[in-house]
């Protein structure tokens, strides 16, 4: 079956950096756009970024623009996220999501999530 495991994440000073990594498995995960949202506290969810099935095209959400990147390894099956410049309003459970195509990157273009991964922002 379709599996989505993110990790890496955890505590990060204000400024500091993480990156998150996305294994998939139970699919031909190069044949797939993905995604990455988050979920704060008491928040909805926010789509942050997307890339296509082959690394091509990527998208962010403006919250994220110029800080995050997203990348994938399609070898290794392995989709990331590069969080640089962190601020205290990151704090979130991470999530990455699988596209329905090979282009499909916005929220409601996903059809598997993962089941997050938490980031913590504070000094």
């Known amino acids: 079956q379709v599996q989505l495991v993110e990790s890496g994440g955890g505590l990060a000073q204000p400024g500091g950096s993480l990156r998150l990594s996305c294994a998939a498995s139970?699919?031909?995960?190069?044949?797939?756009?993905m995604s990455w949202a988050r979920q704060a506290p008491g928040k909805g969810h926010e789509w942050l970024s997307g890339i296509y099935s082959d690394g091509s095209n990527t998208y962010y959400a403006d919250s994220v623009k110029g800080r995050f990147t997203i990348s994938r390894d399609n070898a290794k099956n392995t989709l990331y996220l590069q969080m640089n410049s962190l601020k205290p309003e990151d704090t979130a459970t991470y999530y990455c999501?699988?596209?329905?195509?090979?282009?499909?990157?916005?929220?409601?273009?996903?059809?598997?999530w993962g089941q997050g991964t938490q980031v913590t922002v504070s000094s």
């Open positions: 999501a699988k596209g329905r195509t090979d282009v499909g990157v916005g929220e409601y273009q996903v059809d598997v």
């Open positions: 139970g699919f031909t995960f190069s044949n797939y756009a």
